[in-house]
């Protein structure tokens, strides 16, 4: 995992005398694997020193002292010894056994031994002085046996239950703690807690001074919260604040509130929104990995289907995804995908999508966080999808919600996981304003809205905000069709922004208006075509009458020049009859003009036929 | 009728005492050894069993130092301690035996005095 903050190796070479100087001189500790308990002890409990863990019952003192023990014997290979004066040893196997220690086993293997201390005071008569040297051997026996390196005594309390006389139990204990100080043991001595101004009922605190823990158990609003303190630590920095911490499957698991630093890395690689014009909408790529994204909108604006477009499309890819959901089930939110053409039983077949549905009422705000993280741990997911985080403000006060999911969200970052979260804005609230105040957190926020205008409301999209990318700063109009979502075109005319059946409606008057241009137009050239046609009809009939005109020219002058012919030869006959010769020549000549004219009109006529065939 | 039962009830109730009377005593004590404690304890109690249970007794005397497993077993958490094996109830004392009172009304002996 990359949650572990590796320290800067330039900062290793320059402070290196400081860091020589101090081991001598500081606090040796001993870790003890719990998690997140080291963290918040910068290293664990004092090592060689006893520790004195108090809290009232059932807040997990012998739980946090055998967790200690399991764990120093498994991970880091001390042994240990547990004295119980309230549980025999298989009592204690079996409570521990619901959280995966085998403790027969590791007793078997000489680990860990577990000492029960039964004292019964009915059964003892006090008779003078004594002294509890005979506890003292006993452990001295045990710690011997197995060279125990841990103690746990649980809960020495008991004692004082056990024998009447306070003073020499008093004076014992000090003398314990200080032989448990020179056996050089790490121990836990878990006490009740006490009332008011003490921290245990027999102020146990005054012999354990150096490191004191408390538990604590409590409930507001009916959810309860445990949390852990770490009342002084001497020695040591130490992390002041209430913890809270849970008690799960695997044991203790503390999530320090202010440990998590802001140096998660940044990528470059950019993740498929799974849709595309919405990948347009971000820089044309879409979401950055690892970033923490937000959908915002009042109900039902299609925040979930926004949801699960970027997990279906990342399962494609062969991405874990992990949904938490909290409104639905899994089986609706199979079902409602379906009916938008996503279909998500293939991926949670092949393991690539886990759902984790539970009320948020279920657990409190922190089990809530540590489901998520061992979740993540088990898991490994590379998109985590919050369905809604909103849901969150149920189980707690908005700067709790808030603290928390401040955390969330930079485990999450700091894991390099993808996070989409959902958050219902209730109507009338100010929409870009999450009900639980993180946006502060968010990388990209798209905002779903409905539009709510002429008698209509039609769902609009906009990236509100997306650091690190040119983004479109337009309000998109979206439909969830059977495909999904679809993102509509822009409308771009008229300088204006017209969504859903206004869109429509312009859209089809436009069309009518383009269609009704045509038709005009188409008009005016029917008309021309027309008014050729008629003209052309025009010019054939004159031509037409002219051609019998000319024709009967023609007859005319076939007669006329027959008669000519007829004259001239009667002139001839004559003139040869009174033998006269010159004045024929004369004649001849007119005749030659008249054929040239003739000829003229012709060639005239020719060109005009010519002229309209060109134009049919 | 009743008066018979009586009767017979009283009989057997002295038959009882003579028999704790005999009683064999078996008794252990655990000391951290040779301490001044442990020492005070060791003579207390060896007085009080010469004085009311001469001859039926039997006292053993165990450093735990050297037998911590018994310290275990026989749940010792206080030193010295001493515990009444036989006849039963078991019982334990802890201290240096120095309160007779208390270690005779615990073992269940009654002083010949009170007779």
Known sequence: ?616 | MKKKKSYNSIKEFEKVIQKSMEEKYVLKLYVSGLTSASKIAIENIKMICEEHLKGRYELEVIDIYKMPVLAKGEQIVAAPTLIKKLPLPLRKFIGNMTNTEKILLGLDIRIIGDK
């Open chain 1, 1 to 616: 995992m990359r949650k572990k903050i590796k320290t800067k190796p330039q900062f290793k070479s320059k402070p290196k005398q400081k860091i020589k100087k101090v081991p001598d001189v500081s606090l040796l500790k001993v870790p003890t694997g719990i998690n997140g308990f080291d963290e918040i002890t910068i290293g664990g409990l004092p090592k060689g020193r006893p520790t004195l863990v108090c809290g009232s019952a059932g807040c997990g003192k012998t739980l946090l002292a055998m967790e200690f023990l399991v764990r120093g014997a498994i991970q880091f290979h001390e042994p240990g010894v547990f004295i119980a004066f309230e549980e025999n040893a298989e009592e204690l196997a079996q409570n521990v056994a619901s959280l995966g220690f085998d403790l027969d086993d590791l007793a078997r293997k000489k680990k860990i031994i577990v000492d029960y201390i039964f004292i019964e005071r009915s059964e003892i008569e006090e008779t003078g002085d004594y002294d509890l040297e005979g506890l003292f051997i006993r452990l001295k026996h045990a710690i011997k046996s197995i060279g125990a390196k841990r103690v746990v005594i649980d809960t020495i309390e008991v004692l004082f239950s056990g024998f009447s006389n306070p003073h020499i139990l008093r004076a014992e204990l000090r003398r314990l703690f200080r032989w448990l100080k020179e056996q050089g043991v790490t121990a836990i001595i878990t006490g009740e807690k006490g009332g008011e101004g003490t921290l245990t009922r027999y102020g146990l605190e005054e012999y354990v001074a150096d490191c004191v823990i408390v538990l604590d158990h409590r409930i507001t609003d009916q959810i309860s919260t445990r949390r852990l303190r770490i009342v002084k630590y001497r020695g040591s920095l130490h992390g002041t604040n209430e913890y809270p911490f849970l008690i799960k499957d695997s044991g203790f698991s503390i999530l320090p509130i202010t440990s998590v630093g802001l140096n998660h890395k940044a990528t470059d690689e950019r993740l498929s929104t799974g849709v595309p014009r919405l990948d347009v909408m971000l820089g044309g790529k879409g979401y950055y990995r690892g970033s923490s994204i937000l959908v915002s909108g009042t109900a039902g604006t299609g925040k979930t289907i926004l949801a699960l477009h970027l997990v279906n499309d990342a399962c494609r890819r062969g991405e874990r995804c992990l949904y938490l959901a909290s409104e639905e089930s899994t089986a609706q939110i199979i079902r409602n995908a379906k009916s938008i053409g996503i279909n998500l039983e293939p991926w949670i077949q092949k393991k690539l999508l886990y759902f984790n549905v539970s009320r948020p009422t279920y657990t409190g705000l922190e089990m809530q966080l540590v489901t998520l993280d061992s979740l993540l741990k088990k898991f490994r997911p590379s998109i985590v999808v919050i369905d809604p985080i909103t849901g969150l403000t149920s189980i707690g006060s908005s700067e709790e919600v808030k603290s928390m999911l401040m955390r969330m969200i930079d485990i999450l970052k700091s894991n390099y996981v993808t996070t989409l979260c959902t958050s219902l804005t209730h109507g009338g609230n100010n929409i870009e304003q999450t009900e639980v105040a993180v946006t502060s957190l968010i990388d990209t926020w798209i905002l779903v809205r409905e539009i709510e205008h002429n008698g209509e409301r039609t769902r609009g999209l906009y990236v509100l905000k997306s650091r690190g990318m040119p983004h479109s700063n337009q309000i998109r109009e979206f439909l969830i069709t059977n495909k999904g979502i679809d993102l509509t075109d822009v409308y771009v005319g008229q300088g204006m922004v017209l969504t859903g059946a206004a869109r429509k409606v312009q859209e089809l008057k436009e069309k009518a208006a383009f269609r009704a241009g045509r038709d005009k137009m188409e008009r005016i050239k029917r008309e021309l075509e027309r008014r050729r046609l008629l003209m052309e009809a025009k010019i054939n009939e004159i031509h037409a009458e002219y051609e019998s005109l000319e024709e009967e020219m023609h007859e005319k002058l076939k007669v006329h020049e027959a008669q000519e012919k007829a004259l001239v030869l009667d002139k001839s006959v004559i003139a040869q009859m009174r033998k006269a010769d010159h004045k024929i020549d004369q004649d001849q000549d007119q005749d030659q003009d008249q054929g040239q004219g003739q000829d003229k009109s012709n060639a005239d006529k020719n060109s005009k036929i010519k002229a309209s065939e060109v134009k049919k």
